[in-house]
């Protein structure tokens, strides 16, 4: 009988620390962080810019399919007109892209990194390295 009370007081102390017992809650943060709160942060922060950078005669393709340019922008809305003579005011928010003419996406060219090993190689390339460079 005395062997089962040390036995379990042995289960008891070897069962983890709280600190340990918290880093499975911590790793799921960490991961959710990463695969869902930065990547929508990232969408909104890229639609917000979207929708402060459209300007009149931009063509636009709404959330709900409905290709139009802009003819007009107030505070939050947008008037696009979606066919000859017809004009729906509409929320910046519903504005999906910018778009050309013919329904095809505009696609902005992101400038390539430059990974830190080209920058000082192409840094060391135009300062002298000798004497004679210099004079």
């Given at each position: 009988?005395?062997?089962l009370?040390?036995?379990?007081?042995d289960?008891?102390?070897?069962?983890g620390?709280?600190i340990?017992?918290?880093l499975?809650?911590?790793?799921?943060f960490?991961?959710m962080?990463?695969?869902?709160l930065?990547?929508q942060?990232?969408?909104?922060?890229?639609?917000?810019a979207?929708?402060g950078?459209?300007?009149?005669?931009?063509?636009v393709?709404?959330?709900?399919?409905?290709?139009?340019v802009?003819?007009?922008?107030?505070?939050?809305?947008l008037?696009?007109?979606?066919?000859e003579?017809v004009?729906?005011?509409?929320?910046?928010g519903?504005?999906?892209?910018?778009?050309?003419?013919?329904?095809?996406?505009i696609?902005?060219?992101k400038?390539?990194?430059?990974?830190?090993?080209?920058?000082?190689?192409?840094?060391?390339?135009?300062?002298?390295t000798?004497?004679?460079?210099?004079?």
């Open positions: 009988m005395f062997s009370i040390i036995a379990a007081e289960t008891a102390k070897s069962s620390s709280g340990l017992g918290l499975p809650l911590v790793l799921i960490v991961v962080y990463f695969l869902l930065r990547p942060r990232k969408r909104q922060k890229d639609a917000a979207l929708q950078a459209i300007q009149i005669n931009d063509s393709l709404l959330t709900n399919g409905i290709l139009g802009v003819t007009g922008i107030e505070d939050r809305f008037w696009v007109e979606i066919a003579g004009q729906v005011q509409v929320m910046k519903s504005v999906g892209s910018k778009v050309n003419l013919d329904g095809t996406a696609v902005v060219p400038a390539p990194k430059k990974s830190r090993k080209a920058e000082k190689t192409a840094d060391a390339s135009t300062e002298p000798s004497d004679k460079d210099k004079q």
